[in-house]
């Protein structure tokens, strides 16, 4: 038997007054995910172990298996590898967004929705001027980009930006953790000192590039500051096939650097898709395709999807509903619509890897509803695939490395 998983960013949510107290997955029109839950067997999910905040880097890594006390390491070198930068034992790397500040507080995390082309510009103009033989900037995809130091320490405590919309960004600057000194690296200290010397410096250069300035006078917001966060080293993990014998080869379908970081590492082909953006506009039939073909060769695919999770940050409940509307119908289905005909059974996984909710605009640390389907298995009660239903799915409450453990089965 095949496997896929299919997830969406950020998808679930709460429930919302303005749609008369139900959740977005209650309100949106999800036939798809709908029969599948009503044809197999839901429940709900931990992704995030106690001691770590509701990042995807860390709800991923669960899904897919992984004990987070074996190979946590942060995002950056996660994202690291999926640019195709290769670590070294002395390297820290670190995410390092590009966002838009504005009257002192942090207004979007994403600089404006940059484009790779737009934020490329930046980072090697940041790069030019700031780096040296310690200090390394490296494009990665849109906003979404990297940072290295070399003896970085990565026992400090940085806040993500999309924790923090509309908010004061000074009081959320780089601070060390305390017994974090470590042998050959700087200290947490000097480690969170030059970090924030680069974020203060990069507005001033940010501030005056052309491209800045034509956005100011097109009433777009700047992308004028960096904001570093989720450092570590380099990670040591088993690959998928290793710890699920089945899996022989699997790939993975993202346009997010940070999921192909964690496919590269999980020994996952990384498939590339044109117009896949990480936004409402990626493009779905593109990604469904890619997860076809590589089901025809592969054991197993990833499928990740980001775009509820950018609509969740955003606060915009409207377009939140559309990307998951259109997760059931130009992804789910077509799937489902394909390999239903096919001689060797696929076994299909829907879910989200936390909530993004609209009226939070961040992450929250609760369960996930989840859905299993395939040719044969006993279906539970349950009729549709929400927050709400999932909660008498007959799988129960999963945690973290349980859920691969039973989807694998």
Same mark, same amino acid.
């Given at each position: 038997?095949?496997?896929?998983?299919?997830?969406?960013?950020?998808?679930?949510?709460?429930?919302?007054?303005?749609?008369?107290?139900?959740?977005?997955?209650?309100?949106?029109?999800?036939?798809?995910?709908?029969?599948?839950?009503?044809?197999? +067997?839901?429940? +709900?999910?931990?992704?995030?172990?106690?001691?770590?905040?509701?990042?995807?880097?860390?709800?991923?890594?669960?899904?897919?298996?992984?004990?987070?006390?074996?190979?946590?390491?942060?995002?950056?070198?996660?994202?690291?590898?999926?640019?195709?930068? &290769?670590?070294?034992?002395?390297?820290?790397?670190? +995410?390092?967004?590009?966002?838009?500040?504005?009257?002192?507080?942090?207004?979007?995390?994403?600089?404006?929705?940059?484009?790779?082309?737009?934020?490329?510009?930046?980072?090697?103009?940041?790069? &030019?001027?700031?780096?040296?033989?310690? /200090?390394?900037?490296?494009?990665?995809?849109?906003?979404?980009?990297?940072? /290295?130091?070399?003896?970085?320490?990565?026992?400090?405590?940085?806040?993500?930006?999309?924790?923090?919309?509309?908010?004061?960004?000074?009081?959320?600057?780089?601070?060390?953790?305390?017994?974090?000194?470590?042998?050959?690296?700087?200290?947490?200290?000097?480690?969170?000192?030059?970090?924030?010397?680069?974020?203060?410096?990069?507005?001033?250069?940010?501030?005056?590039?052309?491209?800045?300035?034509?956005?100011?006078?097109?009433?777009?917001?700047?992308?004028?500051?960096?904001?570093?966060?989720?450092?570590?080293? +380099?990670?040591?993990?088993?690959?998928?096939?290793?710890?699920?014998?089945?899996?022989?080869?699997?790939?993975?379908?993202?346009?997010?650097?940070?999921?192909?970081?964690?496919?590269?590492?999980?020994?996952?082909?990384?498939?590339?898709?044109?117009?896949?953006?990480?936004?409402?506009?990626?493009?779905?039939?593109?990604?469904?395709?890619?997860?076809?073909?590589?089901?025809?060769?592969?054991?197993? /695919?990833?499928?990740?999807?980001?775009?509820?999770? &950018?609509?969740?940050?955003?606060?915009?409940?409207?377009?939140?509903?559309?990307?998951?509307?259109?997760?059931?119908?130009?992804? /789910?289905?077509?799937?489902?619509?394909?390999?239903?005909?096919?001689? &060797?059974?696929?076994?299909?996984?829907?879910?989200?890897?936390?909530?993004?909710?609209?009226?939070?605009?961040?992450?929250?640390?609760?369960?996930?509803?989840?859905?299993?389907?395939?040719?044969?298995?006993?279906?539970?009660?349950?009729?549709?695939?929400?927050?709400?239903?999932?909660?008498?799915?007959?799988?129960?409450?999963?945690?973290?490395?349980?859920?691969?453990?039973?989807?694998?089965?």
């Amino acid at each position: 038997m095949k496997h896929i998983i299919i997830l969406g960013d950020g998808m679930a949510d709460h429930a919302v007054e303005r749609l008369g107290g139900k959740t977005l997955l209650q309100h949106a029109d999800t036939p798809y995910m709908d029969m599948l839950a009503k044809k197999g +067997r839901t429940g +709900r999910l931990v992704t995030v172990p106690d001691g770590y905040s509701p990042g995807s880097e860390v709800a991923n890594t669960a899904i897919l298996g992984y004990d987070l006390d074996k190979v946590y390491e942060g995002r950056g070198p996660l994202e690291a590898a999926s640019i195709g930068y &290769e670590m070294q034992p002395e390297d820290m790397a670190i +995410r390092c967004n590009i966002i838009t500040l504005a009257d002192g507080n942090i207004k979007n995390h994403h600089g404006g929705h940059l484009t790779t082309e737009d934020g490329d510009k930046l980072i090697k103009l940041l790069d &030019e001027k700031l780096g040296n033989d310690r /200090v390394r900037f490296i494009t990665g995809i849109q906003y979404r980009h990297l940072l /290295v130091i070399k003896g970085g320490n990565k026992h400090i405590v940085c806040s993500p930006p999309h924790d923090h919309p509309d908010q004061p960004w000074q009081p959320l600057l780089v601070k060390p953790e305390e017994g974090g000194e470590e042998d050959g690296r700087m200290t947490p200290q000097e480690t969170a000192d030059l970090i924030n010397d680069l974020i203060l410096k990069s507005q001033k250069i940010l501030e005056e590039h052309p491209l800045n300035k034509q956005r100011a006078a097109e009433g777009k917001d700047m992308a004028n500051s960096i904001w570093p966060w989720s450092p570590g080293y +380099r990670p040591s993990m088993e690959t998928i096939g290793e710890m699920f014998p089945e899996v022989r080869q699997g790939s993975v379908i993202s346009a997010v650097d940070l999921i192909r970081g964690i496919g590269h590492y999980a020994g996952l082909k990384i498939v590339v898709v044109d117009g896949a953006t990480g936004l409402y506009n990626t493009n779905y039939e593109g990604k469904a395709q890619a997860a076809i073909e590589a089901l025809r060769n592969d054991d197993f /695919v990833f499928l990740h999807v980001e775009a509820s999770d &950018e609509a969740g940050h955003d606060g915009d409940l409207d377009l939140k509903l559309r990307t998951i509307e259109n997760l059931d119908r130009r992804i /789910v289905e077509p799937i489902y619509n394909e390999v239903k005909t096919w001689d &060797e059974p696929v076994a299909i996984a829907v879910l989200p890897d936390h909530p993004t909710p609209v009226e939070i605009r961040t992450h929250v640390k609760e369960p996930v509803p989840f859905l299993i389907y395939y040719p044969g298995i006993e279906p539970d009660e349950v009729r549709e695939y929400d927050e709400v239903s999932c909660v008498r799915g007959s799988y129960g409450l999963l945690r973290m490395q349980e859920f691969m453990e039973t989807f694998m089965k």
